[in-house]
C-alpha cells in the first residue's frame, strides 16, 4: 500500500490561481488561469521573473475574457501552454522557447477540440482541458469531469500536427468521489511508463463557474495499457491543480504541487507530495 506525505514547500507572491507547473533544476515555471504572463520562480534565491505571453499581458484577468491556461507541458526545447476550451476564446496553444520564455506561435485549436468532443461524444459544457503531457510520440489530453456528466477522458492525439492530420483515441475514467462528490482530473505528469494524475473534488456542475472544494486525490495510469494502477487522497480542503516531478529513487517519488486558489490574490501555495513505498 503507498503511503503519502504532504506539506507546504513555498509560497510564490506575485503567481494568482496557478494552474500548473514544470520543476527543472531548482527552478519552478508556472502558469495561472486567469493571466497572460509566463512565471519563472528560482527557489535559492526567493526570485519570480514574470515573461507576457501575450502583446497586452496582464493578471486577475476577467472570466468572462480570461486566455484560461490550465495546463503546461516541455517537449524537447520548447514550453507548450494549452486554454482549456470550455469557451471559444479559450481554445489557444501557445508554444514557447524553453530557454528565453518568448513566445514562438500561437496555434488556434479550436478545430481539434471540436473533434475531441465529437469523438468523446462531450457537449461544450461539459469540455474542460486541465491536463496535456506527450511522451515523443503521442500527445494526452485530459478533461476535466466537472461537468453535469462528469466525462473523466484521457484523448490520445497522434498524428504530425494538431491542426489537421491527427488521430484520437478516446478513454474514459471513473474517479473516486470524495464526501459524495466525484472528483475531477486537474492535471497530470509523465514519469517513465507511467502517467500521474492530479484530480478535485468541488461542488458544482459547471466548467466555468466555481464551486465548494472537498480535496483532492493523486493517481496513475499505466501507459501501456491505459488502466488506473492506484488513487490516494492527498487532502480534503485544497484544490491542487498542477503537478510536476522533483525527485525520484527506486522506492520513492516526490511531485511538487500547486494550487489554484480562485481568487485575485496573487500568491500561490507549492506543496510537496512524497509516495513512498512504490
Known amino acids: 500500500m503507498e503511503k503519502i506525505q504532504f506539506s507546504l514547500l513555498l509560497k510564490i507572491i506575485g503567481l494568482g490561481s496557478a494552474s500548473g507547473l514544470i520543476y527543472h533544476d531548482n527552478t519552478i515555471v508556472g502558469i495561472g488561469d486567469n493571466s497572460t504572463y509566463l512565471y519563472e520562480y528560482h527557489i535559492n534565491e526567493s526570485k519570480l521573473e514574470k515573461h507576457p505571453l501575450a502583446v497586452i499581458s496582464q493578471e486577475a484577468t476577467p472570466k468572462e475574457?480570461?486566455?484560461?491556461?490550465?495546463?503546461?507541458?516541455?517537449?524537447?526545447?520548447?514550453?507548450?501552454?494549452?486554454?482549456?476550451g470550455s469557451t471559444d476564446k479559450r481554445n489557444k496553444m501557445l508554444k514557447v522557447d524553453a530557454t528565453t520564455k518568448k513566445v514562438i506561435s500561437t496555434t488556434d485549436l479550436s478545430d481539434l477540440y471540436f473533434s475531441l468532443q465529437s469523438f468523446?461524444?462531450?457537449?461544450?459544457?461539459?469540455?474542460?482541458i486541465e491536463g496535456v503531457i506527450h511522451d515523443d510520440h503521442n500527445w494526452y489530453f485530459f478533461n476535466r469531469g466537472n461537468g453535469k456528466t462528469n466525462q473523466n477522458i484521457v484523448f490520445t492525439v497522434d498524428g504530425k500536427n494538431l491542426t489537421d492530420e491527427y488521430r484520437i483515441v478516446v478513454n474514459h475514467y471513473k474517479l473516486p468521489k470524495i464526501k459524495g462528490v466525484h472528483t475531477s482530473f486537474t492535471d497530470a505528469v509523465l514519469v517513465e511508463d507511467k502517467i500521474y494524475f492530479l484530480a478535485t473534488a468541488e461542488d458544482t456542475t459547471s466548467t466555468y463557474e466555481d464551486g465548494v472544494i472537498l480535496?483532492?486525490?493523486?493517481?496513475r495510469i499505466d501507459l501501456k495499457t491505459m488502466k488506473i494502477d492506484f488513487t490516494k487522497q492527498i487532502t480534503d480542503t485544497h484544490k491542487l491543480e498542477g503537478i510536476a516531478l522533483y525527485q525520484k529513487s527506486d522506492e520513492d517519488i516526490e511531485f511538487l504541487l500547486c494550487e489554484d486558489n480562485d481568487t485575485e490574490v496573487l500568491e500561490s501555495n507549492v506543496y510537496k507530495l512524497k509516495i513512498l513505498g512504490l
Open 65 to 84: 475574457f480570461k486566455s484560461d491556461f490550465e495546463a503546461i507541458t516541455k517537449y524537447q526545447d520548447s514550453l507548450y501552454i494549452f486554454g482549456s
Open 215 to 219: 480535496g483532492s486525490v493523486i493517481g
Open 120 to 128: 468523446g461524444e462531450i457537449k461544450p459544457e461539459d469540455f474542460n
